[in-house]
Structures are given as structure tokens and as C-alpha cells.
């Protein structure tokens, strides 16, 4: 925190002039502006909950499945990897035949965008699982099914806690990009208070609470996510060999 | 107060996430690719060389769509039984789909072309940053570590768009851009290309010092010491040993940034940077047809992308060495 | 009637023809040690009584039943034939009283307590009760492969399939692990070993197979194959696995 004060103080010196007053406006506008990080967070969840939802089967089925499933579930993955978040969020929101709210619109966005990179993490953490687990699981006569639920996506999902983790944070700094679509998210409840009428001095004032904000949403996520891999974590020797 | 995921040296801890194509043997990417490429050439030696004087949205297509037009309205006036005049009218949306899309295409090379600038400058200008940064933090002291962290950890824990906010609304940065000489005339890019720039260096210069340290880390310590057994000091060593390793561990990671940094370069729109995503929005404004518009703007993103990934994994395999990272690694 | 039987088995992974006509039965009771060169086709042989490689031809029977036929329930196959892998995979994520409860919960469908119970007995058996709850990264090597012969009785199978259970631990390991392996014969378990270690094969063993280029070369009790093997090249393989080894246990 004192680094980005020291970041916004050093910038005095380009001849923008921080006040005390803006600071005050920041200040009379902070619920305004937490409302804001509420809707951040709660899009967050929905998205990262729908990627889940979405890309652990996908990176399940690339990983087991056959033929032309694989084929377009690895064809979708790539549309979704290889298209700019706003491009995607364009088709959610107003191209969208069915009229959806922009919460939904962005969560539906975010969250296959993010199914699409999470397949991936989950596909790299299947595959590291040894294929001895899976002969060993046969082997006391669990199907396929059976195999994977219980021996392979437990493992395999401890392992995808660190890309999980870099996903997830992600996921909460892109939620920005709602702002496209009239979100009143985080970022854009800051440029709707910098852009009212007689603010224009407040600007930087109101971006950088708005950044100190994202920041401190990073750092708690990640310092809560890795909590979550120490809590389910399991002696492992770098797989089991 | 540390935004890193996991610290292993080799894991791509703050990766970006790869896109994930693998085009060796895949001959149709490449027979799509390759007149789109040509055409993307053609079109701006077009645009600049012959025809400069040309607004944008005045410039033609090279590929007449009249002809679409009228045959999807004799389709639809054809009068046929019902069944019949269902599939002619969704053949004549179908035309009118593709002609639309195909008068696009002016504006959208122009777009492709800011899009391209933005990336590829700001990925090289970042790494001119990220390689001191990187350094910094594996083998600096103190004084030169934490300031290096501080700057990584507050960029990679921040959105992009609001680091464009701050430098183009917070701090205004135009206004002073806008007196260095030479920013805007003729080919040279405008203020708010130039603000954009700035920008996507900056982020871009602390996820690459990200890959870069993990790479650096990754290389055996063991490789240092010999470096300094030889008689080199410890920062010809770095650069002479250390680095050339690590900066080949580092271009999986690399790619990646390229990648993002396309499909990202499309925040630079809400800073009025004329780039792709801003010239499709607008001529969805001007002529209601999203659908259409977006679809040709997301096809340009991909094919750049699988560009992208192209030329990265044939670099990779350019520089390879044998028996060290590479395209073995993850 | 015959517990396990091979008919003519044949298999080839690509060009290559790793099993050429394979023929042997063995009775309830039984315990048969394969020895042979590398890459002879002993541990293909072993995978194939339980599915996890495919014949090509041939046919495997087991209790007189032929199990390698299109329509044979492959889970009900493994279940019924327990499999000790080289490398232990043993589930890590599991603790060693987990590893043996899994197959009893999902796939005998044991109420939890019993699978609990019945796990507890089995780790008993093979003198690691006192580690239940130890994950696998946190047991030597011997212990590892004593959870894996728990985790495979447990789901009482008739046929036991050893695929060289100690060439991966350090030689003051291996003991544990032969000796719980003699138990389980002394108690009837009827037994399929490819194993090196000549001392448990000549206490242990009813018969052993010498298997070479994918055929059986040479079949026979184990004091008279080891004393005068009638095939020359059983002969120059014992002696060369004798001069590795030092001879006895």
C-alpha cells in the first residue's frame, strides 16, 4: 500500500498535483466504490464456478475421450483462447439472440473463456497423474468411470491448485473488461465518479483507489487459495512412481 | 504481500495461459493463413502506395460484393413454395452475411495493422525492461530486489484497463505526449496509440520479468559458479552463461505473452486507439450488423493468434540447444 | 480342473510379436514363477491374465471359464485377479488404509466401517497396521509394495499376478516383501510370479516357467530346472543370473 502511494506521489513531479480534497471526495464515494468491488467479486465467483464447471470435463474429455468429441471440445477450447475477451463479451452481451442481463452476459463470457483455459490446466494435471494409477485402479476392477472419479481427478486436481490459482486471479483483474458492456463493476463505478461533473481533478485519485482495490482482491486471493492447497494438501513425493 | 502463485523454478507459475494449437502438420491452418497474410500485405501497400490520400470507411474492397447482394435478392424474390423460399432466404442471408463481412475488410486491415504495432512493439519494449527487472530480482540486493518486486507484484496484481485508466485519464499522459515532436505525422502513431504503448510496455515488461525469472531460476546454479570459476565477474557471467540459457527456458512462457498481448491490445480501444476491436465496433454502430462484423473481427484474432504461435514454436525450434529446454519442456 | 490356462496366446505390440504361442495351465494352489531375459515377454504374459493387455490370439481361461473373449466383464476379471505392480502405484492421495478401502467401497460396495474393518485386517496380514494412516510418500519402498499386496487381497481375488514386485526396492527391503509373499502361499494363494529372486522361487515356487522370445522354453519343478536345466539357454541365463545376484538367498 505504501508503494502505490509512493508510485502516485512520484508522479507530482509530471505536474499533477494530488489534494487533499480529491482524496476526501474518494473517501465520501468508498461504499459507492466497495458496492462496486461486491459486484467484482461476485462475478468473479460466478465465472471461475462456470469455467470449473465447464473445463474440468472438457480437460477430462480431451485427456480420455475419442474422436470427434475431442476434436470439438479442442476446437471450441482454441475459439475461446484465441479470441480478446471483448470480442467474446460482444457476442455474450449484444449479439446474444437471448436477452440477458450484463451480469449474466459477463459471467456467461468470462466463464467459458476461462472453461477454455482451465481445460488446459486440468488436461496437463491429468496427464502428469502416472498411467500406473490408472492400470492400478483397473487392476482391483474399477471401470474407467470409476478410475477417474475416485484415483485420477482427486490427484489431479491437487495438482492444478497452482495453475487454478493463476487462473483465478485472472479471471478477477478481467472482470474489469465488463466495463464494455455497462457492468457496474469495480472499474466502472471509478469512471462513472471521475467522469461526473466538476470530478475531472479527482480522476488519478479515484483510479489508483480503484487499482489499490484489485490489488488488495489479488493478494487476498492468492494468499486464500494458497491456504486452500496447504489445508488439502498430501504428502507427495512429485508423484508416485 | 506476494501475488505468485506457485515458486518452483520451471513451473509456469504466472503463465498467461497458452492457446494451445499445435500447427506442425496441420496444412489447412497454413492454406488459410497464407492469402490472408497476402492480402493483409497487399491491402496496406495498397492503402499507403497507391491510395494514401483515402479516408478509412471511404476505401473499397478489393473483392466487388454487388453481385452477393443481387443474387441473395433474386433468391429472395424468387417466389418459390414454401419449403423451398425457407432455405433460398437463409442461402440469401448467408450472401448478405458474407458481403458485409467482406466490406469490412478495409477498415478492419487498418485496424489488423494498429493491433499489430501495438503487440509487437510493446512486447519487444518490454522486454528491454523485463530483462534488468528479471535480473534484478534473482541476483540483485536488497536495494535492487524489492523495488523490482514492488513494480512486478503492483502491475501483475492490477487490471490492464485500469493501468490504461491511470495513464490516460488519471495522469493524462496525452497532453504531454503530445508535445514530443514527430508523434502523429504521417505513419508515425498518435497520442493515444503512443499512451497505449506505454502502457502495455509497462505490464508486459512485469509478466515477462516473471517468465524470465522462473527461466533464470531454472537454470543450474552450478552454471554460474563455472561462469565465475573461469575468471568472469559476476555480471558477465550472468550475461554470458546464465542468460542464453534462460532466456531459451523462457519463450514457451514468451509465446504466451505475444498471445495475450493481441488479444489484449484490444483494451487500447477504450482509450480511442483506432486498433481491430475499435474498428469493428464502430462499423457495427454504423450499420446495426454485430453479428457479421464481430465474426470477421474474432476470425482476424485467431488467424494473428495461430500466427503468433506459429512463428513462436518455429523460433523455439530455431534456437534450440540440444539437451536443454526447448520444446521438451512444458 | 485347471485355475488359470493358456491356450496358444499370442501378442504384438506393433511389428513386433512379444508373446509367440503361449501354453501352460496351473492349479488352485499353485505357485508359478516366470523368470527370463528382459524384454521376453514375462510382465506382457501377466497383463494379459488380467486385461491389461490385450491378446491377439490365443485364448486365457480362468476356472475353466474363457476370459479373453469380447463379452467376458473385464471389471469382474480384475476383481477376481489381483495384480502387485513393479513401481507400487499405489494411489497417492490416498493413505495406506485408503488405498485398501477404495476397491472395497466402490467396488464391492462395502458400507464404510466394513471396508474400514476388513482394510485394517488385510494391512494386518501384512504387518502394517501400525501405518494406516501414512500416505504413500511418507512409506520405504517395502512398505509401499506390502500396501499394494494389501490393497489386491482385499478384494479376495483367486489368482494373484506378481509382476517383479521387488526389482524396484534396495536389497535390504526386498525381505519384508518375500516374506509376506511366502505366507500367502503357505496359506494356498494361488500365485502368477515374475520375479528374480531364485531363494523365494526355490522355497516358494510348485513350478517355474523359463520364458524366453515369447515362448515358454522351459517348464519345470523348481529344484530340477535350476539343478539340470535340460535347454541350453535356460542354462546360460541361470548362470548369468546367479553370477549378478551371488547365488542363494
Known sequence: MTTVVALAVGEVGLGVVLQAGDWAFVLRNAEFLLLGAGITVALTLTSVLL????????????????????GAVSRLGVLFRGTPLLVILAFTFFVNPVNVGAFEAATLGLGLRSAAYQSQIFRGAIQSVSEGQMEAARSVGMSQVEAIRHVIVPQALRRSI???????????????????????????????????????????????????????????TNQGLDYLGRRFAVPDSGGER | MSTEAADEPGEPATARGSVGV?????????????????????????????????????????????????????????????????????????????????????QLAAGAWATIVLTVVSILAGLVLAVPLSVARVYGG???????????????????????????????????????????????????????????????????????RSALLSVDSGQLTAGRAIGLSKVDAIRHVVLPQGLRFAIPGWSNELVYLIKYSSLASFITVRELFFRAEEIGNATYRFVEVYTVAALFYIALVISASAVMSYVEGRVAIPGLGGKGRR | MSLLRFEDVRQSYGAEEVLRGISFEMDRGDVEVVIGPSGSGKSTMLRCVNRLTEVDAGTIYLDGEAITTPDTDVNDLRRRVGMVFQDFNLFAHRT???????????????????ARTEAMAQLERVGLADQADSYPAELSGGQKQRVGIARALAMDPELMLFDEPT?????????????????LAEEGMTMLCVTHEMGFARSAASTVSFLDGGQVVERGPPARLFESPANERTGEFLERLTSLHGGEQ
Not at chain 2, 493483409?40 to 452477393?68: G, I
Open chain 1, 51 to 70: 469455467g470449473l464447471l465447464a473445463g474440468l470435463p472438457a480437460g477430462i474429455i480431451e485427456v480420455y475421450g475419442s474422436g470427434a468429441v475431442v
Open chain 1, 162 to 220: 497452482p495453475g487454478f490459482q493463476n487462473e483465478f486471479t485472472i479471471v478477477l483483474k478481467d472482470t474489469s473488461v465488463a466495463f464494455f458492456i455497462g457492468l457496474a463493476e469495480l472499474l466502472t463505478r471509478g469512471f462513472n465518479l471521475f467522469t461526473q461533473t466538476g470530478q475531472s481533478t479527482a480522476i488519478l485519485e479515484v483510479v489508483l483507489a480503484v487499482s489499490l482495490v484489485y490489488f488488495v482482491l489479488t493478494v487476498a
Open chain 2, 22 to 106: 499445435e500447427l506442425g502438420r496441420r496444412p489447412l491452418f497454413y492454406a488459410v493463413l497464407g492469402p490472408f497474410w497476402a492480402w493483409l500485405v497487399v491491402r496496406w501497400v495498397h492503402d499507403w502506395v497507391l491510395a494514401p490520400e483515402l479516408n478509412v470507411t471511404a476505401r473499397e474492397t478489393f473483392f466487388p460484393t454487388a453481385s452477393l447482394v443481387a443474387a441473395g435478392t433474386t433468391l429472395r424474390g424468387a417466389g418459390a413454395p414454401a419449403p423451398v423460399a425457407g432455405l433460398l432466404d437463409w442461402l440469401a442471408g448467408g450472401m448478405d452475411f458474407v458481403a458485409l463481412g467482406v466490406e469490412a475488410l478495409p
Open chain 2, 142 to 212: 536488497r536495494a535492487a530486489r524489492y523495488p523490482a518486486l514492488a513494480v512486478t507484484e503492483l502491475i501483475r496484481g492490477t487490471p490492464l484497463l485500469a493501468q490504461l485508466f491511470v495513464l490516460y485519464f488519471g495522469l493524462g499522459l496525452t497532453q504531454y505526449v503530445r508535445e514530443v515532436p514527430g508523434v502523429g505525422v504521417a505513419v508515425l502513431p498518435d497520442t493515444a496509440v503512443v499512451v497505449a504503448l506505454i502502457g502495455f510496455t509497462i505490464n508486459s515488461a512485469a509478466y515477462q520479468s516473471e517468465y524470465i
Open chain 3, 96 to 114: 495406506a488404509l485408503g488405498n485398501v478401502t477404495l476397491g472395497l467401497e466402490e467396488v464391492l460396495d462395502y458400507p464404510r466401517e466394513e
Open chain 3, 167 to 183: 526389482s524396484a526396492l534396495d536389497p535390504e527391503l526386498i525381505g519384508d516383501v518375500l516374506a509376506v509373499m511366502r505366507d
